[in-house]
């Protein structure tokens, strides 16, 4: 069985390393800082830290687990053989989710050259803004999170590896918000209470069921890239599933986890319509022919094709901007265009006023020979 171990990681590890209260208090004055933002006798304190921090775990497994949470957690799900989970070619996967700040990265840093040693394989995901610097700042930090697992961790369920979330180590507010995301995604959420000899405590996923009646699957796929939506078009929409400014609303984290729980299922589907697109009867009729995550995939790229002809008032030059959908027009074929859904799928079409007006859908050879 091969797993994908996803651990909230704090700053205790580095912070506990600190020599004396001023330390701590200088420390704690800059706990929400970036690189750019940090002043240079932190950053030296924090060097220093790392070094210590890093010696620490070079003792005895009991010393190791005494001094971090989030290897207490790890020692704990190998049940404190940490060799089951690196058996060569079976190695599990873990990902430390630590905040965006000078000290979150440098503790998670420390964890993840400890388990590289052990012989895993260890990455720390890029989540741009992730800290308690202020309310903003964390709201967002969560939407990355959830994306950012929504992206990640469903293909490696389809691979057949089981999904643990270990939330021994982090900040409580982090911890909260990621033990409800993990009753969504994970298979276990593991927990080690303090004191001596504490075994794992272990939380299977629970059955959820979303209702499905108060989502409106246009407006929520079109909010999942990013979009605003008229407040009147989101009606029955329950308001803790949307971030609201005047009249118009996108999805807060808690509604773009809703819908990451749901959308497979809506947008595998009825073809949606979405503004600023045009369907001509050639599109649909090949649209026809799909189904599951193909269908999903074509749906969520037109949602992102609609949200970026919107926001940037129907010029195209978005979508040619866009790494992803890599928007060109075709030579010598009178104006036609087209824009990628998948690396070998494309959708062709035409430009009308600020709209587009979609031709074709299929594989890149198809719909170039014949767009």
């Known amino acids: 069985m091969r797993r994908v171990v996803i651990s909230t990681v704090g700053t205790s590890l580095l912070t506990n390393q600190a020599d004396s209260q001023e330390e701590k208090q200088r ?8 690189d750019d933002q940090i002043s240079s006798e932190v ?9 210590k921090a890093s010696a620490k775990l070079k003792g005895t497994d009991a010393e190791i687990r005494k001094a971090s949470a989030e290897l ?37 840093q420390i964890v993840q050259s400890f388990l590289q040693d052990k012989g895993f394989i260890v990455e720390i995901p890029p989540l741009e803004k992730l800290s308690t610097a202020s309310t903003d700042n964390f709201t967002h ?7 950012w697992i929504d992206e990640t961790i469903p293909g490696y369920k389809k691979s057949g590896y089981e999904i643990y979330f270990n939330l021994v180590g982090g900040f409580k507010s982090l911890q909260a918000y990621v033990n409800t995301i993990g009753m969504f995604y994970a298979n276990e959420i593991i927990y080690i209470f303090e004191g001596h000899n504490s075994e794992v405590i272990t939380i299977p996923q629970l059955p959820i069921e979303v209702d499905k009646s108060a989502i409106k699957p246009a407006e929520f796929a079109l909010m999942a890239q990013g979009a605003w939506v008229k407040l009147a078009q989101l009606n029955d929409v329950p308001k803790k599933l949307l971030f609201i400014i005047d009249d118009e609303a996108t999805l807060t984290p808690w509604g773009r986890l809703i ?10 589907g009825e073809l949606l319509h979405f503004p600023k697109l045009h369907y001509l009867q050639s599109f649909t ?5 799909t189904k599951g995550d193909e269908r999903v995939k074509l749906q969520e790229t037109l949602a992102k094709v609609s949200y970026l002809l919107t926001k940037h ?59």
């Not at 009308?352 to 020979?369: A, D, I, M």
Request: charge should be neutral; charged fraction near 25%.
């Open 285 to 289: 009729d090949d649209c026809s022919q």
């Open 43 to 51: 950053e030296g304190i924090i060097t220093k830290l790392k070094e």
């Open 27 to 34: 420390l704690n004055n800059e706990a929400n800082c970036k």
């Open 141 to 147: 930090g969560i939407t990355e999170l959830i994306k």
């Open 313 to 371: 008032h129907g010029d195209t030059g978005a979508l040619k901007r866009d790494g992803g959908l890599l928007y060109e027009v075709y030579t010598n074929k009178g104006g036609v265009a087209h824009f990628r859904v998948t690396q070998g799928l494309r959708v062709s079409c035409t430009t009308s006023k600020e709209e587009l007006v979609l031709r074709r859908y299929g594989k890149e050879p198809e719909v170039n020979t014949n767009p």
């Open 72 to 108: 207490n957690g790890v020692y704990g799900l190998y049940k404190g053989n940490l060799k089951q989970g690196t058996e060569k070619g079976k190695q599990d996967l873990h990902f430390l989710i630590a905040t965006d700040t000078t000290q979150g990265q440098a503790t998670a």
């Open 259 to 268: 819908w990451n729980k749901c959308k497979d299922e809506i947008l595998a």
